[in-house]
């Protein structure tokens, strides 16, 4: 059997073929791009993504039959809204999950709830900006002739399934990211939607992950090339199932990734208490787990953006620049928020920022303090976890920056405890839900005998040294945001438009 993956990130569609014996067959990736109309938002014509998952799939059928498929696994991005009409049609461009502009939306939906606390009791998360409840709110009020047609609130993934299947639908995973889902009992929180100012008729049937929610149709057959009737899971979103993509089925072990944005994340065999909501406690794919998670909107990003405005010739000679550089980068801190920030500082208008620039600083040093600016990001997420008890035994390195050795290592330097990259890791997402996909066909009994096949591919060790550095600036990079947030609001009045 050969089950198969499809990942709908924020940059690109990823497809991957996987044999029942945990080796990858194929992969296939499309590039697309995204839309930021107006500072802090960031939108997507969902076409794009319909035409990345053809190219995608098409590579993977190129080197493996569509009949060998026996089940398919979906993953996407999670938090954004794609807005349909009653035919199914998209409305206008989806929102995506690092978009900043519905912080008073999200404000007012916590006000109907009776404030953060009484939400927390009814979610165990914040309504935090990003998180989909807030768009649909900033829909209604600000387009409301074209919120007046819309029928269906999708997130991304789930979009791709309706294309695939016919079928609207969502999972647990996803559902967790629109802060109206009662993580505890794993359902819809009925109490919250009755007060949400819109119609909750318009959010999907909510499914476990691993349940097949819709089967190719014929339409899914002519544009994706797979075979009619085959079946499709919920999957699961990005940040949630690619935790099992690393191996990780069980507490203990944390996961970082470095994408677009940062995140940590842990499996927990309960729905731990999220005190002041800044961590995200979300359900995990497989029943009886859930996943707690803090994300950073800016982490490979921040490096892409580096790259982009230094004119380097490649990704890899801008971290032959880092690598160049003590630990510390000789006093130079970076703030990430390009995109304002969501843990530990759930602020919209947080900035990126430079810290203790000289005339002696570099492209080497800038190079070497944005890739440590986005570990000291990582390390302030743990901070919080912490607190509820959680260990950091070991990393699972996961996500384009997992492929750097000295990303890794800094890691392991600052958190002291070694990192591991795992087999089917660096594929993130779409191998997650290529496992999942598997465990529904019967392939493997459940997540724990499916995790076996994600074997160890590198370790690495803390150094002392190094690490020393790091905590020592970590302490100064944890009271910048503080220092600055009264500065971060007054440069936002001035970039508002007038």
Known sequence: MVFLGIDVGTSACKALALSSEGAILATGVADYGLSQPRPGWTEQDPALWVAGARRAVAEVLAAVPKERIACIGLSGQMHGFTPLDTNGEVVRPAILWNDQRNAREAEEL?????????????????MLVGYTGGKIAWMQKHEPACFARVRHALNPKDYLRLVLTGEIATEVSDASGTGLFDT????????LIDLLPFDGQILPDCHESGEVT???????????????????????GDAV????????ARPGILQTTIGTGGILACALDRPEDNPDGRLQVFCNVAPGLWHCMGVSLSAGGAFAWLHGILQSKSFDELVADAETVAAGAEGLLFLPYLNGERCPHPDPLARCAFIGLTARHGRRHMARAVMEGVVHALYDMYRLMEKMGIERGEIRASGGGARSATWRQMQSDLFDCPVVTA???????????????????????????ATAVCGELTRQLPEAGPGAVHRRAHATYADLYEALRPSFAALADIEAPA
């Open 423 to 449: 087999n089917g890791a660096a594929e993130g997402a779409a191998f997650g839900a290529a496992l999942l996909a598997g465990v529904a066909a019967g392939a493997w009994s459940g997540v724990d005998e």
């Open 214 to 236: 819709g089967r190719v149709s014929l339409s899914g057959h002519e544009t994706f090339g797979l075979v009619a009737g085959t079946p499709v899971i919920g999957g699961g």
């Open 184 to 191: 505890r009992r794993r359902q819809w929180c009925a109490s």
């Open 110 to 126: 916590a006000e109907l709830a009776g404030g953060d606390t009484a939400l927390l009791g009814l979610t165990n998360n914040r």
């Open 241 to 248: 199932i690619q935790t099992l993509g690393s191996g990780i």
